[in-house]
């Protein structure tokens, strides 16, 4: 899915700093470690990710929509 405005559900940048995070802790993934080693790192990079998820679907995200399909906009507090 393309999205014109990247930062759409993600205004300050938060939701990317997780996903990185959880980019980072991918990489840390060896075949050289034991199984176990690289199924937590997994666990934990999967962890990461659910953050940035939960970011994105925060107030003014994606599931705070209006069902008439326009988009929800916060008034500033």
């Given at each position: 899915?393309?999205n ?12 990317a700093i ?17 199984t176990?080693?690289n ?11 659910n953050?940035?998820r939960?970011?994105r ?7 705070y929509r209006?069902?008439t399909g326009?988009n ?6």
């Open positions: 899915m393309t014109s405005d990247p930062n759409r559900y993600d205004p300050t940048g938060e939701a997780w996903d990185k995070a959880a980019e980072l802790v991918m990489a840390l993934q060896n075949p050289e470690l034991s176990d080693w199924t937590a790192l997994e666990q934990a990079a999967r962890v990461l990710s953050e940035s939960g970011v679907q925060e107030e003014g995200g994606m599931y209006s069902i326009s929800y906009r916060p008034k500033p507090n």
